[in-house]
């Protein structure tokens, strides 16, 4: 079973910027899609960011503009790139693959915006 273990959250000033990396235990050009979902506090997991095998892209409405993915297969790892930060943006950001059926998750990692 693939791991997939995130770093990179912290505490960040609105407008700041962050980086979130996720490394795979196995190579990523494996993993069909691998994406980002968000759990701000109190509220349900959602998907915010995914890449597809072949580096295609799609992200939520909220972050069009200020996140991008990114992979790079040659390290095994996808990156979650998070600009103009928003207090909003707030939570334990999770990194996903997809193999086959199959949905793994990495620990998550916190990411807390303050004003």
């Known amino acids: 079973q693939v791991q997939l273990v995130e770093s990179g959250g912290g505490l960040v000033q609105a407008g700041g910027s962050l980086r979130l990396s996720c490394a795979a235990s196995?190579?990523?050009?494996?993993?069909?899609?691998m994406g980002w979902y968000r759990q701000a506090p109190g509220k349900q997991r959602d998907c915010v960011a995914l890449i597809s095998s072949g580096g295609m892209t799609n992200y939520v409405d909220s972050v069009k503009g200020r996140f991008t993915i990114s992979r790079d297969n040659a390290k095994n790892t996808v990156y979650l790139q998070l600009n103009s930060l928003k207090p909003e943006d707030t939570g334990v950001y999770y990194c996903?693959?997809?193999?086959?059926?199959?949905?793994?998750w990495g620990q998550g990692t916190q990411v807390t915006v303050s004003e």
């Open positions: 196995e190579s990523t050009s494996s993993i069909n899609y």
């Open positions: 996903y693959g997809v193999i086959g059926a199959t949905m793994h």
